[in-house]
């Protein structure tokens, strides 16, 4: 995922930023909560306080089926599918 902000080309009179972060997580997720985690980890990466951000926004690259996608190893990220499922199912009732 890509994290992004910037600032406004029309305030001239202000300090000017446009920054972005990427976000690589260890294995496929469709958990909202590991999802905003990881944008969160992007944005304290490259906030800085002082600026008037115009604009912010997320990008969501390298989308697929989470059924079938390949699993980190235990212990190295590995994520809690069982446990997100059941969160999402809960929140999103199909």
């Known amino acids: 995922?890509?994290?992004?902000f910037h600032t406004s080309e029309h305030d001239?009179?202000?300090?000017?930023?446009s920054v972005s972060s990427m976000?690589?997580?260890?294995?496929?997720?469709?958990d909202t909560l590991v999802l905003v985690k990881a944008c969160l980890?992007?944005?304290?990466?490259?906030?800085?306080?002082?600026y008037r951000y115009f604009k912010a926004g997320v990008v969501a690259t390298d989308l697929l089926a989470l059924a079938g996608t390949q699993r980190a190893f235990?212990?190295?990220?590995?994520?809690?599918?069982?446990?997100g499922a059941a969160l999402m199912g809960s929140l999103c009732p199909q």
Do not use: I, Y
């Open 1 to 4: 995922m890509t994290v992004f």
């Open 12 to 17: 001239r009179d202000r300090p000017q930023r």
């Open 23 to 30: 976000v690589t997580l260890p294995e496929a997720s469709n």
């Open 41 to 50: 980890h992007g944005v304290r990466k490259t906030w800085r306080d002082g």
């Open 74 to 83: 235990p212990g190295l990220g590995q994520l809690d599918r069982e446990h």
